[in-house]
């Protein structure tokens, strides 16, 4: 801080300045009094004065760093990435939580895995659409000639084996994700029924889990690799088959021209090698598709495992935290009440010390004064009255103390019972936003696919699918 130049002229003509100093510091003002030494208060307006420059200094530079362009810019953009992680943080806590609520709640992740066959039960069906329209189209193509109507038969026919043949995988497909919807649902409440048996085990297993799942993420990179080599192999074949089909059709159209019984040794062979190639493609279908259900199968299990883990380890955690309190509040309480009891007691001491000051007294007074009966009387009735008083009145206050302990443990039990109830309330609150959230993320057209009895009778009216839902079972048919 630096002074100003006039100090010393100030300071010799202070003896001539006969009124009281007076400075600001700030927007108060102080007057010094007058009986106060010179020399303080040329020191005081000295600070002050110096400290106002400071002050000064700092406002300037203020107003100059919000008047700058890049500090504001600078502030603005800290403001803006301040609030985006904000937005993010909610966000993930927010996926998170449904996350958790998924997987607590054993009807959503009901309603998942249903959800997941309705989707592939809409696949198959458009698949059988399509089979349906291109067999109406090739019945309809029937006039062109009869020429083209031996290829179309001959394609009708492959086409009717193919449909056959998707039926019978399909029927296959949906008796097996019946068979595994049942079996995750005897394995939960297998898991459920065992779950407090395997507490002990939680740390351990959890390690071994970690482990394995390491082993089963490179195992399942590997597999997916070999998936992806048998999956371009089978496009491959596929597509070969495909070319030498229409080169052989087409062969064999020429040579049904030329002799009606070449074509039917051809046709035989044909439908030999049909047979075969479709045995090797329905072969090389089902072991992909068993290794992929397997590899993902396993994946849940090893989720569902560690979260129940965690689940049982939460909850083993809540009620020890909750057993603590209980055990709290259960010594608080027998601690008042002790103290209770020793400061009655000590109450009841202390009278009957007062008690016996006072038959001390009596019996002196009754030394003295033996001639005297009916004061002696008059005392003794006295003393009786007072016993008598002192110990209603200790009777009234411990009746006083029960009822008071008794309606406090009956404030904390409904207090309990109207916590515990709302917080029952908000999980099936959370419960069926979450399931209404899970329908409406899924396309509309998935919603009839599901069971019959999956979706309550305010979900079928909130999505309007009872229409819908009559005209899958009517054309559920074969075309």
């Given at each position: 801080?630096?002074?100003?130049?006039?100090?010393?002229?100030?300071?010799?003509?202070?003896?001539?300045?006969?009124?009281?100093?007076?400075?600001?510091?700030?927007?108060?003002?102080?007057?010094?009094?007058?009986d106060?030494?010179?020399?303080?208060?040329?020191?005081?307006?000295?600070?002050?004065?110096?400290?106002?420059?400071?002050?000064?200094?700092?406002?300037?530079?203020?107003?100059?760093?919000?008047?700058?362009?890049?500090?504001r810019?600078?502030?603005?953009?800290?403001?803006?990435?301040?609030?985006?992680?904000?937005?993010?943080?909610?966000?993930?806590?927010?996926?998170?939580?449904?996350?958790?609520?998924?997987?607590?709640?054993?009807?959503?992740?009901?309603?998942?895995?249903?959800?997941?066959s309705a989707?592939?039960?809409?696949?198959?069906?458009?698949?059988?659409?399509?089979?349906?329209?291109?067999?109406?189209?090739?019945?309809?193509?029937?006039?062109?000639?009869?020429?083209?109507?031996?290829?179309?038969?001959m394609?009708?026919a492959?086409e009717?084996d193919?449909?056959?043949?998707?039926?019978?995988?399909?029927?296959?497909?949906?008796?097996?994700?019946?068979?595994?919807?049942?079996?995750?649902?005897?394995?939960?409440?297998?898991?459920?029924?065992?779950?407090f048996?395997?507490?002990?085990?939680?740390?351990?297993?959890?390690?071994?889990?970690?482990?394995?799942?390491?082993?089963?993420?490179?195992?399942?990179?590997?597999q997916k690799?070999?998936?992806?080599l048998?999956?371009?192999?089978?496009?491959?074949?596929?597509?070969?088959?495909?070319?030498?089909?229409?080169?052989?059709?087409?062969?064999?159209?020429?040579?049904?021209?030329?002799?009606?019984?070449?074509?039917?040794?051809?046709?035989?062979?044909?439908?030999?090698?049909?047979?075969?190639?479709?045995r090797?493609?329905?072969?090389?279908?089902?072991?992909?598709?068993?290794?992929?259900?397997?590899?993902?199968?396993?994946?849940?299990?090893?989720?569902?495992?560690?979260?129940?883990?965690l689940?049982?380890?939460?909850?083993?955690?809540a009620?020890?935290?909750?057993?603590?309190?209980?055990?709290?509040?259960?010594v608080?309480?027998?601690?008042?009440?002790q103290?209770?009891?020793?400061?009655?007691?000590?109450?009841q001491?202390?009278?009957?010390?007062?008690?016996?000051?006072?038959?001390?007294?009596?019996?002196?007074?009754?030394?003295?004064?033996?001639s005297?009966?009916?004061?002696?009387?008059?005392?003794?009735?006295?003393?009786?009255?007072?016993?008598?008083?002192?110990?209603?009145?200790?009777?009234l206050?411990?009746?006083?103390?029960?009822?008071?302990?008794?309606?406090?443990?009956?404030?904390?039990?409904?207090?309990?019972?109207?916590?515990?109830?709302?917080?029952?309330?908000?999980?099936?609150?959370?419960?069926?936003?979450?399931?209404?959230?899970?329908?409406?993320?899924?396309?509309?057209?998935?919603?009839?696919?599901?069971?019959?009895?999956?979706?309550?009778?305010?979900?079928?009216?909130?999505?309007?699918?009872?229409?819908?839902?009559?005209?899958?079972?009517?054309?559920?048919?074969?075309?």
């Amino acid at each position: 801080m630096t002074t100003g130049t006039g100090d010393g002229a100030q300071q010799r003509t202070w003896g001539r300045n006969a009124l009281p100093a007076i400075f600001i510091s700030g927007k108060p003002k102080f007057i010094v009094p007058s009986d106060v030494p010179q020399i303080l208060d040329f020191q005081s307006r000295v600070y002050s004065r110096n400290l106002m420059a400071d002050l000064g200094t700092l406002q300037r530079s203020d107003e100059l760093s919000k008047e700058n362009p890049m500090h504001r810019e600078n502030f603005e953009k800290a403001a803006i990435s301040h609030e985006l992680m904000e937005i993010k943080r909610a966000e993930f806590l927010e996926k998170k939580r449904r996350q958790q609520l998924r997987n607590d709640c054993e009807g959503l992740r009901t309603l998942e895995e249903q959800l997941r066959s309705a989707a592939i039960a809409k696949d198959l069906s458009e698949r059988m659409a399509q089979k349906c329209q291109a067999r109406s189209l090739a019945v309809r193509a029937r006039a062109l000639g009869q020429e083209r109507a031996a290829l179309e038969l001959m394609e009708l026919a492959k086409e009717d084996d193919k449909v056959l043949a998707q039926k019978e995988e399909q029927r296959k497909l949906r008796e097996s994700l019946a068979l595994q919807i049942e079996e995750n649902r005897l394995r939960r409440q297998q898991e459920a029924a065992e779950k407090f048996s395997q507490r002990e085990l939680v740390n351990a297993r959890q390690k071994q889990i970690e482990e394995e799942d390491r082993a089963e993420q490179e195992e399942r990179i590997r597999q997916k690799a070999v998936d992806r080599l048998n999956t371009l192999q089978f496009m491959q074949e596929k597509r070969e088959f495909q070319e030498m089909e229409k080169a052989r059709a087409r062969e064999e159209l020429r040579k049904l021209l030329e002799t009606q019984s070449e074509v039917e040794d051809r046709k035989n062979q044909l439908e030999e090698e049909r047979v075969q190639l479709m045995r090797k493609q329905e072969e090389i279908s089902t072991r992909i598709g068993q290794q992929l259900f397997q590899v993902e199968n396993s994946k849940r299990i090893r989720d569902r495992q560690l979260m129940d883990l965690l689940e049982a380890e939460y909850k083993a955690r809540a009620d020890m935290r909750f057993r603590e309190e209980v055990q709290e509040k259960a010594v608080s309480r027998e601690r008042t009440k002790q103290e209770m009891d020793l400061y009655h007691l000590e109450i009841q001491q202390r009278k009957l010390d007062e008690l016996q000051v006072k038959r001390d007294e009596l019996a002196a007074r009754q030394e003295e004064l033996a001639s005297n009966t009916e004061e002696i009387e008059r005392e003794e009735q006295l003393k009786a009255y007072r016993q008598r008083k002192a110990h209603g009145a200790t009777l009234l206050s411990m009746i006083e103390d029960n009822h008071v302990r008794r309606a406090e443990a009956t404030a904390e039990h409904l207090q309990y019972s109207m916590m515990k109830k709302k917080s029952e309330d908000e999980r099936h609150a959370l419960e069926e936003s979450e399931r209404l959230r899970m329908l409406s993320a899924v396309p509309k057209t998935v919603l009839p696919y599901l069971p019959k009895n999956a979706l309550s009778k305010a979900e079928h009216e909130y999505f309007g699918l009872s229409q819908e839902q009559q005209q899958r079972r009517l054309g559920s048919g074969d075309c």
